[in-house]
Nanobody, 120 residues
Framework: QLQLVESGGGLVQPGGSLRLSCAASGFTLDYHAVRWFRQAPGKEREGISC????????NYADSVKGRFTISRDNANNTAYLQMNSLKPEATAVYYC?????????????WGQGTQVIVSS
């Protein structure tokens, strides 16, 4: 079975940090770019970051630029999202997806999501 599984979410205070993981199984992640999305309650899904298959290309939405960092470790078949200086508006379910390339919109495989709550 082809799967992506997100982990690392939880409750954090404003200004705190979390690192999310996106672990692939059943396929080789280094054939894919990896994209992170989030969906806050009552809002549409927002694309927040993407990393190319070798890690040489990254991009970020303006809403997270300068505070979030995307990375990957192809030897471990895993991608990451380091989230710093978290704001309450970052509260959302975070999803990763394997995609052919960051420059497109198609995705091959979606993860199930992990909840992040930023609150005091």
């Amino acid at each position: 079975q082809l799967q992506l599984v997100e982990s690392g979410g939880g409750l954090v205070q404003p200004g705190g940090s979390l690192r999310l993981s996106c672990a692939a199984s059943g396929f080789t992640l280094d054939y894919h770019a990896v994209r992170w999305f989030r969906q806050a309650p009552g809002k549409e899904r927002e694309g927040i970051s993407c990393i190319g298959n070798s890690g040489g290309f990254t991009n970020y939405a303006d809403s997270v630029k300068g505070r979030f960092t995307i990375s990957r470790d192809n030897a471990n078949n895993t991608a990451y999202l380091q989230m710093n200086s978290l704001k309450p508006e970052a509260t959302a379910v975070y999803y990763c997806a394997a995609t052919p390339r960051c420059g497109g919109t198609l995705v091959d495989i979606w993860g199930q999501g992990t909840q992040v709550i930023v609150s005091s």
